[in-house]
């Protein structure tokens, strides 16, 4: 199986946090690309629409520059890598600032053709 071709897609700077993005990559791993779109397609979490533009995306690259068939894609790998924090402050009583952390994510989506 080393000489499946891979194809890879990766978001980076998606303002959510890895945590709650890999509850969703979690659910797609080791599916096939059109059992994952339709997955993520009915997922009541907010993640689902950032990581159903990649799988769409990786989709893309494997056709477009490796002419595999998109109905023979398998996801592979997927990982959420934590990405840099915006740093923001809330005002509080008597000149006091409470730190704010908004959290980005890189989201990584390989796939292979099955076999």
Same mark, same amino acid.
């Given at each position: 199986?080393?000489?499946?071709?891979?194809?890879?897609? =990766?978001?980076? &700077?998606? @303002?959510?946090? *890895?945590?709650? $993005?890999?509850?969703?990559?979690?659910?797609? @791993?080791? @599916?096939? &690309?059109?059992?994952?779109?339709?997955?993520?397609? !009915?997922?009541? &979490? /907010?993640?689902?629409? *950032? $990581?159903?533009?990649?799988? #769409?995306? =990786?989709?893309?690259?494997?056709?477009?520059?490796?002419?595999?068939?998109?109905?023979?894609?398998?996801? /592979?790998?997927?990982?959420?890598?934590?990405?840099?924090?915006?740093?923001?402050?809330? *005002? @509080?009583?008597?000149?006091?600032? !409470?730190?704010?952390?908004? *959290?980005?994510? #890189?989201?990584?989506?390989? =796939?292979?053709?099955?076999?």
């Amino acid at each position: 199986m080393s000489n499946a071709q891979s194809v890879k897609a =990766v978001a980076k &700077y998606i @303002r959510m946090s *890895p945590h709650k $993005v890999r509850r969703v990559l979690d659910q797609i @791993r080791g @599916r096939s &690309y059109q059992e994952a779109l339709m997955i993520l397609e !009915f997922l009541p &979490y /907010d993640a689902g629409g *950032p $990581v159903w533009q990649i799988v #769409h995306s =990786v989709a893309a690259n494997a056709k477009n520059n490796y002419d595999l068939d998109k109905k023979k894609l398998i996801i /592979d790998e997927v990982y959420a890598n934590e990405g840099p924090k915006l740093k923001r402050i809330r *005002p @509080r009583a008597q000149g006091r600032a !409470f730190k704010i952390l908004k *959290p980005t994510c #890189h989201i990584t989506i390989v =796939v292979k053709e099955a076999t």
